[in-house]
């Protein structure tokens, strides 16, 4: 009987679950067969479940026997007492109390069994449809990604580089750096901010945890939503007493063990891109400021650059281009002292850029192997804030950078692979 009613829940909810599931609930029902004969005896001549099920007429039979042929399981066989005495009911009749009742609980359990893994696969396969209409949206352009952002910050041309390279379009509004109207809807005052809107808005804040969340959010079957909740901000106070925002999970990605095997072949790839995307954030970026504001002749050019791309009005761009100039050269000079660097702050940038080449490898074309990794768009994406500036021309010619930036620039601007 707990066969029975599995055999008939397999073909009913073969209408609505994938064709795997009706092994899962033949499988149920077999091991309640399995346990409903023992302890059961009876005799007579066999009818056997095929011939049962053809009285119940043909679209239920036809039901039935689809779901037994996409099934391993046999329907019955003719050997099992049990149902060799079915049609004379001799087994039921032969059979003690003490077995129907466990027939009877086999008949639940089993039923219910089947039922509820029919309906988590079911909502298994719900969400991650959904998830892949998402990313799907992301990919199309109707998941509605918005960038607030300064061109020439480092910090946003990662975020950048990774949406460029990701292949997921955006709308980038640049924002003005004096009255910052444009991010006046969001308390947390800096750029990159990036607006993720499919219905409702999320809004995700600093370049590393934005790239780290969207990136997530590629690779797993989980909801953006449930993503950003992986990152919760702190509150610390920094080596001035500064009160300042925290992510310190911000380098990881959110996925389990099979998404990461597929993301990285070692555990030393994951560990080697965390440590140069922190390496980025924290010791190339601050090699730019005192590298494009070295002279006062340098802090012009860049001003004249920063201006010539950002959100300026006329007045604010004359004031910024010449009082921005010789404010930034003197700010250079300061954080070349706060930060150790040598009289001459080409020598750092040479030695980072080398390291940077140094950790790549001569064996591979990126960081991430033959495809850019997280490391190889962060490192690529500071580095481009520089373009068309002294500095970034002297970076070129004085390091062995150029192949693996040209390699990049091509990278990050053609079809991406599928990983």
């Known amino acids: 009987a707990a066969y029975r009613a599995g055999v008939i829940g397999a073909g009913s909810w073969r209408l609505v679950v994938p064709q ?4 899962v609930v033949m499988g149920a029902a077999g091991t309640g067969r399995c346990l409903s004969f023992l302890g059961v005896s009876g005799g007579g001549s066999g009818l056997g479940v095929r011939a049962y099920m053809s009285q119940l007429g043909a679209p239920a039979s036809h039901l039935v026997h689809r779901a037994a042929e996409r099934s391993s399981l046999p329907l019955a066989k003719a050997t099992y007492p049990a149902v060799r005495g079915y049609r004379t009911g001799g087994w039921w009749r032969e059979s003690d109390r003490s077995s129907r009742k466990v027939l009877g609980l086999v008949f639940v359990l089993g039923g219910s069994l089947g039922v509820f893994q029919a309906l988590k696969s079911s909502l298994g396969e719900q969400r991650a449809e959904e998830k892949q209409q998402q990313q799907q949206q992301a990919e199309d352009g109707s998941f509605r990604l918005t960038l607030y952002q300064y061109k020439t910050c480092p910090f946003c041309s990662k975020v950048r580089a990774f949406l460029d390279y990701y292949r997921l379009p955006h709308e980038i509004v640049e924002v003005n750096p004096v009255m910052r109207g444009e991010i006046k809807f969001s308390s947390y005052r800096k750029v990159p901010i990036l607006i993720a809107d499919s219905g409702s808005s999320l809004q995700l804040n600093d370049s ?3 790239i780290s969340v969207m990136k997530s959010f590629l690779t797993s079957n989980k909801s953006l939503e449930e993503i950003l909740s992986y990152y919760p901000s702190m509150k610390a106070v920094n080596d001035k007493g500064k009160e300042v925002v925290e992510y310190n999970n911000k380098y990881w990605l959110m996925l389990d063990e099979r998404e990461t095997e597929r993301i990285y072949p070692t555990k030393e790839s994951r560990v080697e891109e965390m440590k140069w995307r922190r390496w980025a954030d924290d ?4 090699l730019i400021s005192p590298n494009v504001y070295r002279t006062p002749h340098e802090a012009l050019a860049s001003f004249d650059y920063i201006v010539r ?3 300026f009005g006329t007045v604010e761009g004359l004031f910024a281009k010449y009082v921005g100039a010789v ?9 070349k002292s706060r930060h150790h660097l040598q009289d001459n702050v080409r020598q750092d940038l040479y030695s980072a850029a080398n390291d940077w080449v140094a950790a790549v490898g001569k064996h591979r074309k990126f960081m991430g192997g033959s495809q850019p990794n ?3 768009l962060a490192v690529y994406g500071v580095l481009r804030v520089m373009e068309g500036l002294e500095s970034f021309n002297d970076m070129m010619n004085n390091t062995k950078i150029k192949p693996w930036y040209e390699r990049m620039a091509t990278a990050v601007y053609s079809p991406v692979d599928s990983q």
């Not at 795997?20 to 092994?23: A, D, F, I, L, P």
């Not at 010791?283 to 601050?286: A, C, F, K, R, Y």
């Not at 404010?327 to 954080?335: E, H």
Request: proline share 0%; aromatic share 8%; charged share 20%.
């Open 309 to 311: 791309e950002g959100n």
């Open 283 to 286: 010791w190339l970026v601050h």
């Open 208 to 210: 590393s945890v934005i």
């Open 327 to 335: 404010a930034m050269f003197i700010i250079g000079k300061r954080l």
């Open 374 to 376: 997280l490391a190889d």
């Open 20 to 23: 795997r599931m009706t092994g």
